[in-house]
């Protein structure tokens, strides 16, 4: 089974500082993707970036960029210029895309989540 | 965007009673999975459907039933509350096209 691990519970920046939030994850498939998803206070769960295995080129959408390696299956996430509004919990998650042609599911596995803080 | 709606946002309810979320798409997406969220332990997935009475359990499945008549609604039941079952629960879709996923709101349910 897939594991995705978030080792820091929690992180804290300074306004317009960069951080970067670590995630690794376990497989022994070689296509796949990779999601940051970002939880502020208020629990909706939003799509931050998306990654898919067999794309080299890392992902990177206005000030949010990953730092994919997949042999090292790792898969970062660095906020650039940080803004009060990134404060929340951001999780890290795989997924495995379905077989071709069999209409079968395939899930999100979530890892634990970090707690990030920003500071003013 | 895919319109997604939970029921209730919040409920409070007795150990031993039954409970019944209520998960409602508006675009026919063919994926809809139950996710429970608890500190420590990031989303787990409690159950999935792949198509209307069309179900598999998922890593957390234990005390809890799902159903799905129609395309556009996932209901989650817990056919007697425990304690343990205290959290906030998440319904999720797949959109096809993209392999994205889109949450609800979330239902906070205390059990006590």
């Known amino acids: 089974a897939q594991t995705v691990t978030q080792s820091q519970p929690e992180m804290s920046v300074q306004e317009a500082e960069t951080v970067t939030l670590s995630c690794t994850y376990d497989t022994s498939e070689s296509d796949y993707y990779l999601f940051w998803y970002k939880q502020p206070p208020s629990r909706q769960m939003i799509l931050v970036i998306r990654q898919e295995a067999y794309k080299q080129q890392n992902a990177t959408e206005n000030r949010f960029s990953v730092n994919f390696q997949k042999a090292a299956k790792s898969f970062s996430l660095k906020i650039s210029d940080s803004q009060l509004g990134d404060a929340a919990m951001y999780f890290c998650?795989?997924?495995?895309?379905?077989?071709?042609?069999?209409?079968?599911?395939?899930?999100?596995?979530f890892g634990k989540g970090i707690t990030l803080s920003v500071r003013p | 965007d895919a319109g997604i709606t939970q029921s209730p946002r919040h409920k409070v309810t007795e150990t031993g009673t039954p409970v019944t979320l209520r998960c409602h798409q508006t675009?026919?997406?063919?994926?809809m999975y139950w996710y429970r969220q608890d500190p420590g332990h990031g989303l787990r997935l409690i159950h999935y459907?792949?198509?209307?009475?069309?179900?598999d359990k998922g890593e957390v499945s234990d005390g809890y039933s799902v159903s799905r008549s129609k395309t556009e609604d996932f209901l989650l039941t817990l056919e007697s509350a425990t304690s343990s079952q205290t959290s906030v629960y998440f319904c999720a879709i797949r959109e096809d096209r993209d392999y994205g996923y889109t949450f609800g709101s979330g239902t906070r349910l205390t059990v006590v």
């Open positions: 675009e026919n997406h063919r994926y």
């Open positions: 998650a795989y997924r495995s895309p379905p077989p071709f042609y069999t209409g079968a599911n395939s899930k999100l596995t």
């Open positions: 459907s792949y198509g209307v009475k069309d179900t």
